[in-house]
């Protein structure tokens, strides 16, 4: 089975662009989930989704951060304008939800802002 | 206070050596309990769950002290492909789908 895909890996940008970062989850899963990680703040939970609706998006640090799920196969993660402060690894998971359910990453998308 | 707390280390240990971490937790209403294997700019994966009467795979022992709010990964005989760094996930209940993840300790094991 195909696990979560993410893409892309690497993506270097310039600040003020706009960059979108996209997400497959694993197929019959649920619930998808958008982290951040840094040195500083490890691993943040910015939004999840549980079919295709948005349930919790208080980690998403401000207006300039979105999140869309149009179906059930693929998210986004969009950064407009995007600052050097937003450089990370960005990292989408999915679940089928519950409370012992894990937690399935992608490879992730490393992210620089210049 | 954090959800979830860990030792950064780095534990630096000799091949073959054994090696314990602990991981606290705040809220005493948490759940579920795992313990999750990052490499250097890797995806974090699942290395076990924790259950309440503890539990084994192979090398690796994790245990849950429920009273003290703390959990436990114990190593035996580790092997350089053990390096990587280890994160503590706590599932705290009020949502089942929010898992909080502490920084996570880096392991160095050497020849």
């Known amino acids: 089975d195909a696990g979560v895909i993410q893409s892309p890996r690497h993506e270097v940008t310039e600040m003020g662009q706009e960059v979108t970062l996209r997400c497959k989850p694993i197929s019959g899963h649920d619930y998808l989930f958008w982290y951040r990680q840094t040195m500083m703040r490890g691993l943040e939970l910015l939004i999840y989704?549980?079919?295709?609706?948005?349930?919790?998006d208080s980690g998403m640090p401000e207006d300039r951060f979105s999140a869309k799920m149009p179906n059930a196969s693929f998210s986004t993660l969009k950064i407009q304008p995007s600052e050097p402060r937003d450089s990370a690894g960005y990292f989408c998971?999915?679940?089928?939800?519950?409370?012992?359910?894990?937690?399935?990453f992608g490879s992730g998308t490393q992210l620089s802002v210049l | 206070r954090k959800e979830v707390e860990q030792d950064p280390g780095p534990f630096n240990v000799p091949e073959g050596a054994t090696v314990a971490f602990n991981c606290t937790y705040s809220n005493s209403a948490s759940q579920s309990f795992f313990w999750y294997r990052q490499d250097c700019r890797k995806e974090p994966k699942l290395l076990m769950s924790?259950?309440?009467s503890g539990n084994e795979d192979g090398r690796f022992t994790a245990q849950l002290n429920r009273a003290s709010q703390y959990i436990s990964l114990l190593i035996r005989d580790s092997k350089l492909s053990d390096s990587a760094t280890y994160l503590c996930v706590v599932n705290p209940g009020r949502d089942f789908n929010k898992f909080y993840f502490g920084s996570g300790t880096k392991l160095n094991v050497k020849p």
């Open positions: 924790v259950y309440s």
């Open positions: 998971a999915s679940s089928t939800g519950g409370r012992r359910e894990k937690l399935f």
């Open positions: 989704f549980n079919n295709n609706v948005p349930i919790d």
